[in-house]
Every structure is written in C-alpha cells, then in structure tokens.
C-alpha cells in the first residue's frame, strides 16, 4: 500500500474543508447595504433598482482590485446605456477614494464599507479570510445572480473582462429596463 504524501493529505483536507463550508445562497435578494461616499452623501444597493450593477468591494492599494477597476471601466462604456451600472465600495482603512477614482478615470461612485459588511454582504464564514475584489452581480430585481472573490481563480484569470462581459450582458438579456433615471451622475470633468 502507497503511502499518502503530504501533499496530497492537504489537498484533501482542504477539499473536506471546502465541502463542509456553507455556500452562499444564489440567487438571493441583496442586502440594501449603504455605501458612504467621501463627499458624505450615500447610495444604497436599492438605489439601483432596474439596473443591472456590478457591485465590487476593493482594497484601493491592490492590484487585482486596480485591474478590476480598469476591465470595468470599458465594459461600463459600453453597456451604461443598457442598464448597467457600477458601485464600488473600499474596505481599507481610511482609503484616499478621491485619489483613487481621480487615477483610474473611475466614472462610477466609490465609497467605503467595512470588511465584516462585505463579508457578510456576500455571506462568507467571518472566520475566512477571502481575497478581494469581491464581484457582485445584481440583476434589476435587486437579486444577487452570481458572485466572485479574488480566490476564483477560474473568473480572475487572462479572460476575466469577457467573464464580466458575459455575466452581465446575460442579466441585460433579461429585459425588464425600467425608465428609472440613472441611481447617480457621473462625476464632471
């Protein structure tokens, strides 16, 4: 009989771990969570109802949640006038949002929340360090459809803007546009 290596011991042990650890629920309604803005107003997930969002929580200063921002940014180009919107919202402490959408062009809001917020937003075990971003699809019923953390390698990898693409232009192939007025102004140059 062959001896297991520990290699092998691990893989398993984290494949029972993974089965045993709850899932989230999807499709599941959103949490109307409020996101502040820095200039103190703010939104609410229900301020996007009728539209499909891509909500995305982020650390500023990561790099997967840059690239993030930058894919997103030429999809919402194009589909903004089909109903998409984007919502960002910072987890790190005490973030520079300001510099932070002035860098990356960002025409959405971005405003802040905090980690035990957006873990429980996404209904993950608070004992579970997850890697940002955490991407969030909502369809125009206000359902969360579909959700990623930077450890879905499957979604984060060299295909990730056509991933993005295909998930909400799916929820926009839904109908159901509401003449609602966009749920922000783009900012003014």
Known sequence: MRTPTLAT????????????????EIPRAAPD???PLPNGKQVKISD???KVLCFVFILTTCPHCQKTTQLLEGIYQDLAPKGFE?????????????????????????????VLSAIDFI????????????????DRKGMIRAQYTGVDEAFFDAQQEQHIRDEVEKLLSEGGATKAKPAHKPPSS
Do not use: H
């Open 123 to 138: 209904q993950l075990p608070k004992d579970k360090r997850p890697l940002v971003p955490f991407v969030v699809f909502i």
């Open 33 to 35: 969570l409020p996101i």
């Open 86 to 114: 984007v919502l960002e919202a910072a987890l790190n402490e005490n973030p520079d949002v300001p510099s932070f959408v002035s860098n990356f062009k960002v025409p959405w809001p971005v405003g802040t929340a905090g």
């Open 9 to 24: 011991l691990a893989l398993l042990a984290g494949s029972l771990l993974t089965a045993v650890m709850p899932a989230a």
């Open 48 to 50: 996007y109802r009728g």
